[in-house]
């Protein structure tokens, strides 16, 4: 099965060692995704039984829901420096390991304060994967092939809401009162052991680079590392940065930063407070919330590999992100205007999912046009950074809202408006000239 489309390659046998690398790589990486965001949005399922145990309001929620990603911001770009100077092997082992014993711990929560506690120690934990991952991906793929490899890690997201929804809702439901332990406690201890058990697992899969993957035969690493060097030379002749001072002073890094600060926060937005919207769409049980909460990723899943693709296909980039994320906001708009209309409103949830996460995927092949060297640890790591920021803002604005309007459509309109100021930010973003490589020689 071949991961990557074929156009956009140059020849057949660059095609098929790539879709090799792809395989080898992306579906770890992807389960890698899977465990991480159930981890970080399990609480959303939690929060439907923990907030009456521990006496939890939704603003206290929101607060703490989105506290993680104060933490995760603080250690973010520090985690990339750090990725790219040990090794990803590593780091993303050690990342994995912290965070899934710190998640597990998640156990001992029995009061607000101790709840705001541990999702800080979380976010610290976690903090460099997704970032740490992306920059990954730039030591393997180049930029012509990046945006479906990005795509294809970020199916984590989509996979991890099919999948976390029914597994959260039936862990809570067949759990509940075993050994004296409620079912969103049980739900924090089985689903953060796997990252550990994955976390041992990365020391043995991953390679650093391709310079390190004996799985390669030796003429196919050299030309994995010349084409790269090749397109890091073009990025150089076209004055492109690759030190640290040159990512903080680039603007077009700033932008970059903003528009993955309103999908960011969008998106957890929108995961972390779905199973109370559907919900408040009149469903009831929990493993019947788990499945409908799996629908719009189930969607946003194929959605966002098609777009993926296309944006590759045909070299563009800015509209491979606005369209899709104007497409989210609609659906944000639809979800609100409609919510006493579940299938309507549903289909509105499943338009904004599709949406956010297909242009965040695209977002995330930029970076490496931009940048080179520590400028592109540090440039994705202050992306990154910027829109976890959106991850703490918008799960707490929810929350408030919810409280201060007792309309929950205000929320969706809300999440629609960023997600519109996201678009057009990005569509102010000149036009990327290709980065053509040397020939060879």
Not at 118 to 126: D, H, K
Not at 218 to 233: F, G, N, Q
Not at 354 to 374: Q, Y
Request: one cysteine or more; a positive charge.
């Amino acid at each position: 099965m071949k991961l990557l489309a074929r156009s956009g390659f140059p020849s057949d046998a660059d095609w098929t060692l790539y879709n090799r690398i792809a395989g080898r790589l992306l579906p770890f990486l992807i389960l890698l995704y899977v465990i991480s965001f159930i981890d970080r949005i399990n609480i959303g399922f939690a929060k439907l039984r923990m907030a009456s145990d521990i006496g939890l309001s939704d603003a206290a929620y929101g607060f703490g829901a989105g506290i993680f990603f104060l933490a995760y911001c603080l250690c973010e770009v520090p985690s990339n420096l750090m990725l790219a100077r040990v090794g990803a092997r590593v780091w993303i082992a050690r990342i994995m390991v912290v965070w899934g014993v710190v998640s597990a711990a998640m156990v001992f929560v029995h009061s607000p304060l101790s709840f705001y506690l541990m999702r800080t120690l979380l976010g610290a934990a976690e903090a460099g994967f997704f970032p740490g991952v992306i920059l990954y991906l730039t030591y393997w793929f180049p930029n012509r092939q990046r945006a479906q490899a990005v795509s294809l890690f970020l199916l984590g997201i989509a996979l991890a809401g099919v999948l976390g929804g029914p597994l959260s809702g039936w862990v809570m439901q067949s759990f509940d009162g075993r050994w004296n332990l409620h079912g969103w406690q049980w739900l924090f201890l089985l689903e953060g052991t796997p990252a550990v058990l994955a976390g041992v697992a990365t020391l043995f899969v991953l390679d650093d680079g391709p310079a390190h993957a004996r799985w390669l035969a030796p003429d196919d690493r050299e030309r994995v590392l010349a084409t790269l060097a090749r397109e890091r030379a073009a990025r150089d002749a076209q004055g492109h940065a690759h030190r640290l001072g040159d990512a903080l002073r680039s603007g077009d890094v700033w932008r970059l930063s903003i528009i993955n600060f309103t999908q960011i926060g969008g998106i957890y937005g929108l995961a972390f407070w779905l199973p109370q919207i559907v919900r408040d769409l009149g469903v009831k049980g929990l493993v019947e919330t788990g499945l409908v909460s799996a629908v719009p990723f189930g969607f946003a899943a194929i959605g966002m590999v098609i777009v993926g693709r296309h944006s590759d296909d045909t070299g563009e980039r800015r509209w491979h992100v606005a369209g899709p994320a104007l497409i989210g906001a609609l659906g944000l708009v639809l979800s609100g205007a409609f919510a006493t209309w579940p299938v309507i409103s549903l289909i509105g949830l499943t338009l904004a999912a599709f949406g956010l996460i297909s242009a965040n995927a695209v977002l995330f092949a930029l970076p490496g046009t931009l940048l080179s060297g520590t400028a592109a640890a540090a440039g994705i790591g202050l992306i990154s950074t910027i829109g976890n920021i959106g991850g703490y803002v918008f799960p707490f604005a929810i929350g408030w809202i919810r409280e201060l309007t007792r309309q929950p459509a205000w929320c969706l309109f809300a999440l629609a408006a960023v997600a519109c100021l996201g678009a057009l930010v990005m569509l102010s973003l000149p036009a990327p000239a290709p980065v053509r490589e040397r020939a060879p020689g």
